[in-house]
C-alpha cells in the first residue's frame, strides 16, 4: 500500500531541498563516518550521546512534521510503515519494526547507510557502531507513540560493522 | 560558462530517487544518505559546546578536516563515477569547470547556493554562499556567532582546490587550507571561502 507520495514529499525550493517541508541535505556516507569516527575518536562516550541524540531529537521532529501532513495516516502500524519507507527512500538502509510496542521491544535492521559506509572506510568494529539507527529510533517510536523525547533508550544487541548478520536494537522505557 | 549546473541538478535528484532493496543510494561513486540539516547542526554545534571555549579553534579545525577528507574522497568519487563521465566531462572545456561543476553538485545537495567568485589556477578559490544551512543552523540554534561557523563548507571548498591542485588522489588532501572571512552567523549579508594553498600539508 502506497501511504505516502515521495515525488511531493522530496522537492527542491530554489537552491534549497525540502522534505516534507524541511530543510535536508544530502551527504555521502564519507561525511557521515568521517563525523562518527572524529566524535568518537575525540570525545569518546560523549560523542556517541551526541549523535545519538541529534538523531532521537531530529528523526522526532521530522517524523511529526511528516505525518502531520497525512492525517489518514492513523494507526500504529500505519506510522512504522511510514517510518520504515523513509528511512529506506532517505538511503538510510532497512529497519523492520516486528517486536515493538508502547513500551518498547526489538527492532532488526538487515541493512544501513551507516553499515554499508563504516565497513568500506574502516573494516570491521570492536563495538557496536550504529549510534545515529539507535537515535533514530529512539526519536521515532517517541513520535509514533506520543511519548515525550528522550522516553526510550536503545541498545544494539548485534551490530553488522562487527559483522554480525544483522543489527538488532533492544528499546526499553528510561 | 560550459557548465550546466541545472542539469547536474536534475540528474542528482533524479538519482536520490533510486535506492537498492537494502535502501542505499548509489550515486556518483558515493553512498547517499538523505537527512535533515537540522541533525548535522546540531551535531556539529553540540560538539563544539562539549569541547568548550578553550578548544573552540580545536573543534572548528577538526569539523572543517572532516569535511576536507570526506569532499576530497567524495568528488574523487564523483569525478571518477560513471554519472559523471557521462553527464559533466561533456560540458568540461577547461580544468577549472571541475569546480563549478564540483559546485553544482554541492548545490544539488542542499548545501546552498554556492557561486564560485574568482579562482587562481593552483593558488587561490573563492566561493560565496548567501544561503548556508549550517549558517542558518547556528543563528536559529546559538544566535549571533563571533567567528565564522559554515565548518563543512570550508573544509569542502579546499577539497575542490586539493582535487585539482593537489598531489594526485590520495596523497593531495589538505593541500588547501580554507578560511571563512564572511559568514552571516556573525551578521555578514554572505558566507565566503577563500582557499589558499598552504605552506606545509599536513598528512590525510
Redesign the interface.
Known amino acids: 500500500m502506497m501511504l505516502i507520495n515521495?515525488?511531493h514529499e522530496?522537492d527542491?525550493v530554489?537552491?534549497?531541498?525540502i522534505?516534507s517541508g524541511?530543510?535536508?541535505?544530502?551527504?555521502?556516507?564519507?561525511?557521515?563516518i568521517?563525523?562518527q569516527k572524529?566524535?568518537e575518536d575525540?570525545?569518546g562516550e560523549?560523542?556517541v550521546r551526541?549523535?545519538f541524540?541529534?538523531?532521537e531529537?531530529?528523526s522526532f521532529?521530522?517524523l511529526t512534521s511528516f505525518l502531520s501532513h497525512y492525517s489518514r495516516i492513523k494507526t500504529i502500524k500505519s506510522k512504522l510503515e511510514v517510518a520504515s519507507t523513509i528511512?529506506?527512500?532517505?538511503?538510510?538502509?532497512?529497519m523492520h519494526f516486528q517486536k515493538i510496542g508502547n513500551r518498547g521491544g526489538t527492532i532488526v535492521s538487515?541493512?544501513?547507510?551507516h553499515v554499508?559506509?563504516w565497513l568500506?572506510k574502516h573494516g570491521k568494529r570492536e563495538t557496536p557502531g550504529c549510534h545515529f539507527a539507535r537515535g533514530w529510533v529512539a526519536g521515532v517510536l517517541e513520535a509514533v507513540y506520543n511519548h515525550p523525547l528522550h522516553h526510550f533508550a536503545v541498545e544494539e544487541l548485534a551490530c553488522k560493522m562487527m559483522r554480525h548478520d544483522e543489527c538488532k536494537f533492544l528499546v526499553k522505557e528510561r | 560558462m560550459a557548465i550546466d549546473g541545472s542539469k547536474i541538478?536534475h540528474a542528482?535528484?533524479e538519482g536520490?530517487?533510486i535506492?537498492d532493496a537494502?535502501?542505499?543510494?548509489p550515486l556518483f561513486g558515493?553512498?547517499?544518505?538523505?537527512?535533515?540539516?537540522?541533525?548535522?547542526n546540531?551535531?556539529s554545534f553540540?560538539?563544539e559546546n562539549?569541547?568548550g571555549r578553550e578548544r573552540q579553534s580545536e573543534s572548528a579545525a577538526?569539523?572543517v578536516?572532516?569535511?576536507q577528507?570526506?569532499g576530497y574522497?567524495?568528488f574523487h568519487?564523483i569525478r571518477t563515477s560513471r554519472e559523471w563521465e557521462e553527464l559533466v566531462r561533456p560540458m568540461i572545456e577547461l580544468k577549472e569547470d571541475q569546480i563549478f561543476s564540483f559546485a553544482a553538485v554541492a548545490?544539488?545537495?542542499?548545501?546552498?547556493?554556492l557561486d564560485v567568485r574568482e579562482i587562481i589556477p593552483k593558488e587561490k578559490l573563492v566561493i560565496r554562499v548567501s544561503?548556508s544551512?549550517e549558517a542558518t543552523g547556528y543563528l536559529h540554534l546559538r544566535g549571533l556567532a563571533n567567528s565564522g561557523k559554515c565548518y563543512?563548507l570550508r573544509g569542502v571548498s579546499g577539497a575542490f582546490m586539493d582535487l585539482l591542485y593537489g598531489e594526485d588522489y590520495p596523497d593531495g588532501c589538505f593541500t588547501f587550507r580554507t578560511e571563512e572571512p564572511f559568514c552571516r552567523a556573525k551578521g555578514d549579508s554572505y558566507c565566503e571561502f577563500i582557499a589558499r594553498k598552504t605552506s606545509f600539508k599536513r598528512r590525510a
Open positions: 515521495w515525488e522530496l527542491r530554489g537552491h534549497r531541498v522534505l524541511l530543510p535536508i541535505a544530502m551527504h555521502c556516507h564519507h561525511y557521515n568521517n563525523l572524529m566524535l575525540t570525545i560523549t560523542g551526541l549523535l541524540e541529534a538523531a531529537e531530529v521532529y521530522g528511512y529506506q527512500n532517505c538511503g538510510l538502509g532497512v538487515p541493512s544501513s547507510h554499508t559506509g568500506a | 541538478i542528482v535528484m536520490s530517487r535506492r537494502k535502501g542505499i543510494i558515493v553512498y547517499l544518505s538523505l537527512f535533515f540539516v537540522q541533525y548535522y546540531k551535531l553540540d560538539f562539549e569541547m577538526l569539523l578536516e572532516a569535511a577528507e570526506c574522497a567524495t568519487g548545490v544539488a545537495f542542499g548545501w546552498g547556493d544561503d544551512y563543512m
